[in-house]
């Protein structure tokens, strides 16, 4: 089966704020082997928990730091305003300056912040720290192109998917993983650890990554001015972009709203329960080598159809699991049945993961085959992206929690998830008219 003509590699014009010799990129001096894909994948799961870890420890550390009520939620905001700013101004730098350096430079900084806020007792230098821990976090956005750039076009869907995988188990477990060594040994001795993961990961991945110098003869300024030319001209980064950001609301809604919903009866999951559901819900990310691969063979539409359609159904399992849809003609009690339903919700969990961290996975790969020179902008517009529909997917769960309970969150995720859907159609007719 040919596969779409937006997903082989094509030459692109010089956008005209950059030089023509940026659009020349130096051969990487080896190639992604098996174990190399599996440490990218468990490097990105590691660092990733810098950013999403702190909600369950907002409590902890404000009352530690003495932090007024009006600024604790910034301990869970900064890390990911930080990360935003760091796609923004960091990630660039990958298609500007020697890439294994960069990696091993911006982790090793990433370590030191995470060191300061575990030992920090003022909360201006730990909010400070946290936000510069989010910025150098970037770093996993360094690490997924290079490992695209290291696999040969005819498995880079795969290799994007392991690498995905271990992103998306690293953020499904960071909250349960938190809150039982914040639990056990203190909220300091989770910014140790990861302070200390840190530092060693940027070590091995310096002594494992090949020299990866780009031919980038634009400033740094016009490479940022750049950012804007491609998002502007970039038709494929702009509907692959704009579907992750619907599934990540998707998402966000769910994880969001979903430990309320267990802590209330008939669940009544303390802290541990919700952990354990939290780790059977991540079941779903071991579809990301499949939809990869699958997206290698020339099957990314009907797996991109398929994977919509899962986030539909696992929504609507969940609102029946939860919140009792379509369960009133039946005489079917949830407060009857509390395993049924609980089970119910795993797996409604684990294939609302599936269907969005497939659909992410197919617009990765056709992210990193469209322009090489610029692939670290690139994968800096999508996650950036696609993080503000994951914001906007949480923002609105929590009003809909607040009005609606739990009907009203599986109704944002459902809305999120339909939208997907009918999206979907404007994406596959694009790529149906490049044939």
């Known amino acids: ?42 490097s990105v799961g590691v660092v990733v928990m810098n950013l999403s870890a702190a ?21 869970a905001m900064l890390p990911q305003l930080g990360y935003a700013g760091g796609l923004l101004l960091l990630v660039p730098l990958c298609d500007l300056l020697e890439n294994r350096r960069l990696i091993f430079r911006t982790l090793a900084c990433c370590a030191i912040f ?3 806020a575990s ?40 290799a994007v998917g392991n690498v995905m995988s271990g992103l998306m188990l690293g953020i499904l477990l960071s909250r349960p993983l938190a809150s039982v060594i914040a639990g056990s040994l203190g909220w300091r001795a989770f910014y140790g650890i990861e302070a200390v993961a840190d530092a060693l990961l940027a070590v091995v991945l310096y002594l494992q990554l090949p020299n990866h110098a780009p031919h980038a003869a634009a400033r740094y300024w016009e490479l940022l001015r750049s950012l804007w ?37 008939p669940f009544s999951l303390g802290m541990p329960g919700i952990a354990l559901f939290a780790l059977a819900g991540a079941t779903g990310a071991i579809v990301t080598p499949l939809a990869g691969h699958l ?7 009907a797996t991109q159809i398929v994977s919509h359609l899962v986030m539909i159904a696992a929504v609507l399992v969940l609102g029946t699991a939860g919140a009792g849809w379509g369960l009133s003609w039946s005489g079917f009690s949830l407060a009857a ?23 992410q996975t197919l617009g990765r790969r056709a992210i990193n085959l469209i322009n090489p020179a ?48 009918l999206f979907g159609f404007v994406d596959r007719a694009a790529q149906a008219a490049h044939h």
């Open 1 to 42: 089966m040919n596969q779409p003509a937006e997903t082989c590699p094509r030459s692109v014009a010089p956008t005209p704020s950059l030089r023509p010799a940026t659009l020349a990129s130096a051969p990487l001096a080896s190639t992604l082997t098996t174990p190399l894909m599996l440490f990218f994948a468990g």
């Open 55 to 75: 909600q369950p420890l907002t409590g902890p550390v404000s009352r530690a730091l003495a932090l007024p009520p009006e600024l604790a939620g910034l301990i």
């Open 114 to 116: 995470l060191a300061l």
């Open 119 to 158: 030992f920090a007792h003022s909360g201006w230098l730990f909010l400070t720290s946290v936000f510069l821990a989010g910025a150098t976090s970037s770093v996993i956005q360094m690490l997924v192109p290079m490992a695209a750039s290291m696999a040969p076009e005819s498995r880079r869907g795969r």
């Open 229 to 265: 030319t491609l998002l502007r001209t970039e038709p494929v980064l702009q509907r692959r972009a704009t579907l992750a950001a619907l599934a990540l609301g998707a998402f966000s809604a769910f994880w969001t709203a979903i430990g309320l919903r267990l802590a209330q009866p």
């Open 295 to 301: 997206g290698d063979r020339g099957a990314g539409r």
């Open 337 to 359: 049945h509390p395993a049924a339903a609980l089970a119910l919700l795993v797996a409604g969990a684990a294939a609302l993961d599936a269907g969005v961290i497939a659909d």
């Open 374 to 421: 610029a692939r670290g902008r690139l994968n800096a517009l999508f996650v950036g992206i696609f993080f503000a529909g994951g914001a906007l997917g949480a923002a609105l769960s929590g009003l809909a929690w607040a009005r609606a309970g739990w009907s009203g969150v599986c109704t944002v995720a459902l809305g999120f998830a339909l939208a997907v859907f």
